[in-house]
């Protein structure tokens, strides 16, 4: 039912991508919310000393402390207090942005408003990679967002890339129209797991087995990238929807990027080693809460369309991480 090409991640040099949680972890959240004054101020003071390894990336900071236009800077515009940023398709082009900086390991997060209308054919995405292309080698964490018709549900597309593989995709529908109101998409990185949120709801668990040739991007840092693209050769029905260039142009809307995680600094990172000085890193964010794993259920009973996990027809023997248990 499944093949490969309704599964192309399109990620490529034309692709940009998000996410927190219950209990111990929102809690966390919510104190690093309310204190975010004050660790803007140990943020200077940490950079004032020279040791930065840590960055809580200000939500009201401007759109050039934080990213670059990758392409087609004609189809980006910003609110006009320059905090809701938007990314626009045409027949032409779609655009996309990406952070000035690398991380590797944190909690990344990003309220994004989707392409409404008939948007059947149009992936707006929420990638972390490490590379600025589609490199033989890189890692990739991705959300993509796929357009539909009119009054037709959207549905997310989660995938992992290492050393240039992919395949790992999982599909979920949402449990709200993505295209009235921002939402908050979301990435939880460590050594352990990778997490995405949609919201507070941990929506797909991705453990490392630990051994030597795992499938766990862990050893390179990231760039965040978001960007609008067309992919009607695979994207909606698998690729049966096309465009609709009259309803163009389609544009995606992002606001209040977030991330908590340690910056990357060549050549010698303080995050090359894996500490449990921050939070991400601690045995908390290792697994799911109790909460979280109740919500992280109800989405694997109701909301999830495709698990490459589950596609024997595609993989006769299934991939190696898909024996890993998301409740440990
Ligand atoms: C679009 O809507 C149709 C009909 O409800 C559904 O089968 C499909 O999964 C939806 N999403 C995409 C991306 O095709």
């Known amino acids: 039912m499944h093949n490969s090409t309704h599964f192309h991640s399109g990620s490529q040099a034309e692709k940009a991508p998000p996410f927190p949680a219950f209990s111990a972890i929102s809690l966390k959240m919510a104190k690093r919310v309310s204190s975010m004054p004050i660790l803007l101020l140990i943020?200077?003071?940490?950079?004032?000393?020279?040791?930065?390894?840590k960055a809580a990336a200000d939500p009201k900071a401007s759109f050039e402390d934080n990213f670059d236009i990758m392409w087609s800077e004609d189809h980006f515009t910003t609110s006009t207090d320059g905090q809701i940023w938007h990314l626009s398709l045409d027949n032409e082009t779609g655009c996309g942005f990406q952070?000035?900086?690398?991380?590797?390991?944190g909690w990344f997060s990003m309220k994004l408003k989707l392409v409404g209308g008939d948007s059947a054919g149009v992936v707006t995405a929420y990638?972390?990679?490490?590379?600025?292309?589609a490199g033989p080698e890189r890692d990739e964490v991705d959300f993509e967002f796929l357009g539909n018709r009119t009054g037709q549900p959207y549905l997310i597309q989660t995938n992992i890339y290492k050393n240039g593989t992919g395949n790992r995709e999982m599909r979920h529908e949402l449990w709200f129209d993505p295209t009235e109101e921002f939402h908050t998409y979301s990435v939880l990185w460590n050594s352990h797991q990778i997490v995405f949120f949609v919201d507070k709801i941990a929506v797909r668990v991705f453990?490392?087995?630990?051994?030597?040739n795992n499938f766990f991007p862990d050893s390179k840092p990231m760039y965040l990238f978001s960007s609008i693209w067309n992919a009607d050769d695979w994207a909606t029905r698998g690729g049966l929807e096309k465009t609709d260039w009259k309803k163009a142009p389609f544009v995606s809307s992002y606001k209040?990027?977030?991330?908590?995680?340690?910056?990357w600094e060549d050549p010698f990172p303080a995050c090359v080693s894996t500490t449990t000085k921050n939070w991400?890193?601690?045995y908390p964010a290792w697994h799911l809460s109790d909460s979280q794993k109740l919500d992280y259920a109800w989405v694997q009973r109701n909301l999830v369309i495709y698990d490459y996990c589950k596609d024997k027809e595609r993989f006769p023997t299934l991939p190696e991480e898909c024996s890993l248990s998301p409740w440990d």
């Not at 200077?44 to 390894?53: F, Q, R």
């Not at 952070?99 to 390991?105: A, I, L, M, P, W």
């Not at 209040?256 to 910056?263: H, I, L, M, T």
């Open 43 to 53: 943020a200077a003071l940490m950079a004032a000393s020279s040791y930065v390894s």
């Open 99 to 105: 952070t000035k900086q690398k991380y590797r390991f």
């Open 127 to 133: 990638y972390m990679c490490t590379e600025n292309g």
């Open 207 to 212: 453990k490392n087995n630990g051994k030597e």
């Open 256 to 263: 209040e990027f977030s991330v908590d995680a340690c910056q």
């Open 280 to 282: 991400w890193d601690q």
